[in-house]
């Protein structure tokens, strides 16, 4: 134990290095020293991971560590970047993101405290269903919604900005579904009609996903944001396939999406900017639109193809040329100075702790914990290729940010509690099994249990039998003993035995000690009866005699 909380803590103290090299390496090539507020800041940010790292010893002990140290690297080199580009348009955007990660933190290690088991997440299942619709409907309210870059997905708050509830609503929502497909799972497990080898579902079992594709149009509909839609109605399809196990559940929902979606780009102008900015990216008339255009998608190409394989090096690219680099493009910035070979230790980076997210889903028993954990990890796997799909061409942009790189409080907050509930159910999945938890145990103890009863029955029927015969003999022998010519005999061997365990054992009846009279002498088997007396009482051979 002691060799793993050492390697656990040098990973953390590694991580920490990574990130303070590539500050220091940043501010040194932009500014020629390293500016005292982002010194002090990022030392109360190192300060709150190594607590972060106690409070998992205290509480979590048998907790994953390697997802915060992925975490806390992909932070550091998302402010990192964003700093850089501060660097360049003069602003303080990298400051304010240090201010979110502090209150991310601390709130990550509250539930890291509190939350001793997630499962208690389940008893709130339709309350987190409606905290969920209430967030992801928030930003339609006339006096605190707003509009920006054509969708309707934020909320303001005065004194402290705006900030993207669909974030938080993300967490509600997966609450919910987890709890209602553990319940239901067996009936949307079985199967209908076959097509094409495809076994689909019922049809009266279809509900639940109209009315997630319902909700998912609704968004897309009233707030024009393709990104929240997709990613709300994948997370559930997804956690759907988990608790199913039946490709016909993906093929359906990727049917209705695909369908939805078309229907919206002919429908909706801002999706069907972004579709033909994606078609058409180095169209002029895309590239020259004054809104919805191309510009933004062009530019961020063009400085990936810059970077080469290596990238130019900290500090010394322009990634503020693109168009809010800092959030939505903070993918092209990194790609840039860091290169392809940066792109893709970020890219491993985020699969580490997917598959941290996978296999605590494999390894927890508890039905509840496994979709909740890999409808988390799906969420956030989704999300990243949504983004890095939209910047590289893949797929249009969907206006999803990078999870814990882009600049933004709400998203950083909510992905820091998706990352500590992982960590708090990679806990109770690595927990080591208990000797009376364990299934062999339960299994003796059960049998024992079955032998213990069989054995008391058994007992209980002897010792019946027994007070029978017991009952049937006392009552032959006082008979014998009491009536002058006796009736039908007790048979010997019988009445040896039997006659003799009775009267040297005392016999219970009716809360009294009685202890049965002893035999006579004169008691005759079956074939030894006694002649009938003679008048003068004397015997017939005394007579002749």
Same mark, same amino acid.
């Given at each position: 134990?002691?060799?793993?909380?050492?390697?656990?803590?040098?990973?953390?103290?590694?991580?920490?290095?990574?990130?303070?090299?590539?500050?220091?390496?940043?501010?040194?090539?932009?500014?020629?020293?390293?500016?005292?507020?982002?010194?002090?800041?990022?030392?109360?940010?190192?300060?709150?991971?190594?607590?972060?790292?106690?409070?998992?010893?205290?509480?979590?002990?048998?907790?994953?560590?390697?997802?915060?140290?992925?975490?806390?690297?992909?932070?550091?080199?998302?402010?990192?970047?964003?700093?850089?580009?501060?660097?360049?348009?003069?602003?303080?955007?990298?400051?304010?993101?240090?201010?979110?990660?502090?209150?991310?933190?601390?709130?990550?290690?509250?539930?890291?405290?509190?939350?001793?088991?997630?499962?208690?997440?389940?008893?709130?299942?339709?309350?987190?269903?409606?905290?969920?619709?209430?967030?992801?409907?928030?930003?339609?309210?006339?006096?605190?919604?707003?509009?920006?870059?054509?969708?309707?997905?934020?909320?303001?708050?005065?004194?402290?900005?705006?900030?993207?509830?669909?974030?938080?609503?993300?967490?509600?929502?997966?609450?919910?579904?987890?709890?209602?497909?553990?319940?239901?799972?067996?009936?949307?497990?079985?199967?209908?009609?076959?097509?094409?080898?495809?076994?689909?579902?019922?049809?009266?079992?279809?509900?639940?996903?109209?009315?997630?594709?319902?909700?998912?149009?609704?968004?897309?509909?009233?707030?024009?944001?393709?990104?929240?839609?997709?990613?709300?109605?994948?997370?559930?399809?997804?956690?759907?396939?988990?608790?199913?196990?039946?490709?016909?559940?993906?093929?359906?929902?990727?049917?209705?999406?695909?369908?939805?979606?078309?229907?919206?780009?002919?429908?909706?102008?801002?999706?069907?900017?972004?579709?033909?900015?994606?078609?058409?990216?180095?169209?002029?008339?895309?590239?020259?639109?004054?809104?919805?255009?191309?510009?933004?998608?062009?530019?961020?190409?063009?400085?990936?193809?810059?970077?080469?394989?290596?990238?130019?090096?900290?500090?010394?690219?322009?990634?503020?040329?693109?168009?809010?680099?800092?959030?939505?493009?903070?993918? @092209? $910035?990194? &790609?840039?100075? /860091?290169?392809?070979?940066?792109?893709? =230790?970020? !890219?491993?980076?985020?699969?580490?702790?997917? *598959?941290?997210?996978?296999?605590?889903?494999?390894?927890?028993?508890?039905?509840?914990?496994?979709?909740?954990?890999?409808?988390?990890?799906?969420?956030?796997?989704?999300?990243?290729?949504?983004?890095?799909?939209?910047?590289?061409?893949?797929?249009?942009?969907?206006?999803?940010?990078?999870?814990?790189? @882009? $600049?933004? &409080?709400?998203? /950083?907050?909510?992905?820091?509690?998706? =990352?500590? !509930?992982?960590?708090?159910?990679?806990?109770? *999945?690595?927990?080591?099994?208990?000797?009376?938890?364990?299934?062999?145990?339960?299994?003796?103890?059960?049998?024992?249990?079955?032998?213990?009863?069989?054995?008391?029955?058994?007992?209980?029927?002897?010792?019946?039998?027994?007070?029978?015969?017991?009952?049937?003999?006392?009552?032959?022998?006082?008979? @014998? $003993?009491?009536?002058?010519?006796?009736?039908?005999?007790?048979?010997? =061997?019988?009445?040896?035995?039997?006659?003799?365990?009775?009267?040297?054992?005392?016999?219970?009846?009716?809360?009294?000690?009685?202890?049965?009279?002893?035999?006579?002498?004169?008691?005759?088997?079956?074939?030894?009866?006694?002649?009938?007396?003679?008048?003068?009482?004397?015997?017939?051979?005394?007579?002749?005699?």
């Amino acid at each position: 134990m002691m060799v793993t909380r050492l390697r656990q803590f040098g990973l953390l103290l590694f991580s920490m290095l990574i990130c303070g090299v590539a500050f220091f390496q940043m501010f040194e090539r932009t500014t020629g020293g390293f500016p005292h507020n982002y010194l002090w800041m990022l030392a109360f940010i190192g300060a709150l991971f190594l607590t972060s790292w106690g409070l998992l010893l205290r509480f979590q002990p048998y907790a994953n560590q390697a997802i915060m140290c992925c975490v806390m690297v992909l932070t550091g080199t998302g402010v990192m970047m964003i700093a850089r580009i501060d660097q360049d348009l003069n602003t303080s955007v990298a400051f304010k993101q240090l201010l979110w990660l502090s209150i991310a933190l601390v709130l990550a290690n509250l539930l890291v405290i509190f939350m001793k088991d997630y499962r208690v997440l389940r008893r709130f299942s339709y309350v987190s269903m409606v905290i969920g619709l209430v967030l992801l409907l928030s930003p339609m309210l006339p006096v605190v919604g707003s509009e920006q870059y054509g969708a309707r997905i934020w909320v303001k708050i005065p004194g402290l900005g705006s900030f993207q509830p669909s974030e938080f609503a993300k967490l509600f929502l997966a609450f919910f579904f987890a709890s209602y497909l553990y319940d239901h799972r067996d009936q949307l497990a079985v199967g209908g009609k076959k097509v094409l080898g495809l076994q689909l579902p019922r049809i009266k079992d279809l509900g639940p996903i109209i009315v997630v594709w319902v909700v998912s149009m609704g968004v897309l509909v009233v707030q024009h944001d393709l990104g929240t839609s997709l990613m709300f109605f994948a997370m559930f399809v997804s956690m759907l396939y988990v608790a199913t196990g039946r490709t016909s559940w993906i093929v359906i929902g990727f049917i209705a999406f695909a369908v939805g979606a078309f229907a919206a780009a002919n429908i909706f102008s801002h999706v069907g900017a972004r579709v033909d900015a994606w078609l058409h990216p180095f169209d002029s008339a895309q590239y020259n639109k004054e809104y919805g255009g191309s510009y933004q998608l062009v530019t961020g190409i063009f400085g990936l193809a810059s970077g080469g394989l290596m990238g130019t090096g900290l500090g010394q690219g322009h990634p503020s040329l693109t168009p809010i680099a800092n959030s939505d493009y903070i993918y @092209a $910035a990194l &790609g840039e100075e /860091l290169g392809l070979t940066g792109l893709m =230790a970020i !890219l491993m980076l985020y699969l580490l702790i997917i *598959a941290a997210g996978m296999i605590t889903a494999m390894k927890i028993k508890d039905g509840f914990g496994k979709l909740l954990a890999s409808g988390l990890v799906f969420t956030m796997a989704f999300q990243v290729f949504t983004v890095v799909g939209g910047i590289t061409l893949v797929i249009p942009l969907t206006g999803l940010t990078l999870p814990y790189m @882009a $600049a933004g &409080g709400s998203s /950083l907050i909510a992905n820091y509690m998706l =990352a500590a !509930l992982l960590v708090v159910i990679s806990n109770s *999945a690595n927990k080591p099994e208990s000797d009376i938890d364990s299934d062999t145990f339960q299994y003796e103890a059960m049998q024992a249990l079955r032998a213990r009863k069989q054995s008391r029955a058994s007992r209980s029927v002897a010792s019946a039998q027994s007070d029978a015969q017991s009952q049937a003999v006392s009552q032959a022998v006082s008979q @014998a $003993a009491t009536q002058d010519v006796p009736q039908v005999a007790v048979p010997a =061997a019988m009445q040896q035995s039997q006659a003799t365990e009775i009267i040297s054992a005392e016999t219970p009846v009716a809360g009294m000690l009685i202890t049965p009279p002893a035999p006579p002498s004169n008691v005759f088997g079956a074939s030894d009866m006694p002649s009938t007396p003679s008048p003068s009482g004397n015997t017939s051979e005394g007579s002749q005699a």
